[in-house]
């Protein structure tokens, strides 16, 4: 029913910035809508790690201690996108990074939709 996909991903120096984008649509003729978008992050044989989240309706962010004063979430109502402003990156930044979609618009939930996600790496 959603569909995200993520972008901007690549291979940076320590203390380099990227913005990564996560295009969201809906099919069955549906407008996209959710409660909430979030970040997500996985490096090999660790377990996914929660990044920070952005309500859809009001804008409001929480993020991770890791990356808070260094991430920023922001989102594109209009065009239904979902940006993570990635500055001072460190080498423990590097993993793969999922965008997420809430199954409900109403209410916050559970992330069920997921992007195939974007390789970020931070040499030192």
């Known amino acids: 029913q959603v569909q995200l996909v993520e972008s901007g991903g690549g291979l940076v120096q320590a203390g380099a910035s990227l913005r990564l984008s996560c295009a969201a649509s809906a099919a069955s003729g549906r407008t996209f809508g959710t409660y909430a978008m979030g970040w997500f992050r996985q490096a090999p044989g660790k377990e996914r790690e929660f990044v920070g989240t952005?309500?859809?309706?009001?804008?409001?962010?929480i993020y991770a201690d890791s990356v808070k004063g260094r991430f920023t979430i922001s989102r594109d109502i209009a065009k239904n996108l979902v940006y993570l402003q990635m500055n001072s990156l460190k080498p423990e930044d590097t993993a793969r990074y999922y965008c997420?979609?809430?199954?409900?618009?109403?209410?916050?939930?559970?992330?069920?939709?997921w992007g195939q996600g974007t390789q970020v790496t931070v040499s030192s």
């Open positions: 952005i309500i859809w309706k009001s804008a409001d962010t």
């Open positions: 997420a979609a809430q199954g409900s618009e109403d209410k916050p939930g559970q992330y069920v939709y």
